[in-house]
């Protein structure tokens, strides 16, 4: 038995979120794991969603996607316990979805503060100095992206959203699979969302829109006939890297933070248009990144028929 007296402040941590996530993973009303809930087992398609960061709640990204899941009658279990994704986790499921960033922060936060460059929620406090720094960490492990690899491979659907891809800065099997990395994003803003592959399932019947949210700027780095969406600013606004920073413990030992499929570092300034969506084929399985998701403006009808149809596709769901 553990020393109690040895109980880190990350152990207390993991165990509450272990606890909060009982509601979540494993609970009847968000189509859970049938031998635990005492329910006959769906005979078709399963999806896995792992939610929810410092920036992103993790209600919210429910109550965006639990419809979407509803109209397609595909039963979702819902995690925020990214330290258990695995090989074991991903096998009962035929989509995984991927809602949060790269960062986890054992030391803690003072708030969810959507500009952290440089900043401490501690200044201006009395007591500032009782506060260490605010440092992030990066959670996924080369395990873990190869989990996440090795099920795509096997025949399965990967659907990555808005910040995810800040993931692949700290694995380079979840790189692989998922096909690029985030660069930065700006502040919400509006942009227009332009189809550049009109031909393609996820794109049929879908429109330009216009949208208020965080423009992600990303580097694919597979084939550009993948891209399907493109940003761009209208007003004319472009994007410097380095906005956000990008945390973690030194890259987790992969080098390729915000860099190109050849190492390369961004220029400094990346335009006003950035790559907002793709998809490929990755062996016998399938991959789509959605770039859009930080504000409730986001959920745009155009773009709830992108979600649908990237489902419908990664699933193969006539």
């Not at 859970?32 to 919210?60: C, E, F, I």
């Not at 990204?61 to 979702?76: N, Q, T, W, Y």
């Not at 220029?267 to 998809?279: E, F, H, K, M, V």
Request: proline share 6%; charged share 20%.
């Amino acid at each position: 038995m553990k020393d109690s007296s040895k109980i880190s402040r990350r152990d207390i941590l993991r165990n509450a979120g272990a606890v909060a996530s009982v509601g979540i993973l494993g609970s009847p009303s968000t189509g859970a794991d049938s031998k635990a809930a005492g329910r006959p087992a769906t005979s078709g398609p399963r999806v896995l969603v792992l939610m929810g960061d410092r920036y992103h709640n993790q209600t919210s990204i429910r109550v965006a996607l639990h419809p979407i899941f509803s109209e397609l009658a595909l039963p979702v279990d819902y995690t925020t316990n990214y330290y258990d994704l695995s090989a074991d986790l991903l096998k009962p499921y035929q989509l995984f979805v991927c809602f949060r960033d790269n960062a986890i922060w054992p030391g803690g936060y003072l708030n969810s503060d959507e500009d952290p460059a440089g900043r401490s929620a501690a200044v201006g406090l009395e007591d500032a100095g009782n506060f260490p720094p605010e440092k992030a960490e990066d959670w996924m492990s080369e395990t873990q992206g190869q989990a996440v690899r090795d099920f795509v491979s096997r025949g399965n659907g990967f659907l990555s959203l808005h910040n995810s891809s800040y993931i692949s800065r700290s694995s380079k099997s979840y790189r692989d699979v998922h096909g690029g990395v985030a660069l930065g994003h700006t502040p919400v803003r509006p942009f227009k969302v332009r189809i550049v592959n009109k031909e393609h399932p996820i794109t049929e019947g879908v429109e330009d829109f216009m949208v208020m949210d965080e423009q992600q700027y990303v580097t694919y780095d597979r084939d550009q006939k993948g891209v399907l969406l493109h940003a761009e600013n209208l007003d004319g606004l472009t994007f410097a890297p380095g906005a956000r920073p990008a945390g973690g413990r030194g890259g987790g030992g992969f080098q390729g933070r915000g860099t190109d499929a050849n190492g390369a570092s961004p220029p400094g300034d990346l335009g006003t248009t950035s790559i907002n969506g793709w998809a490929h084929n990755y062996e016998q399985g399938r991959v789509v990144f959605l770039a859009l998701g930080h504000a409730p403006e986001a959920a745009q009808p155009e773009y709830i028929k992108i979600q649908k149809n990237a489902i419908r596709w990664l699933l193969r769901m006539a």
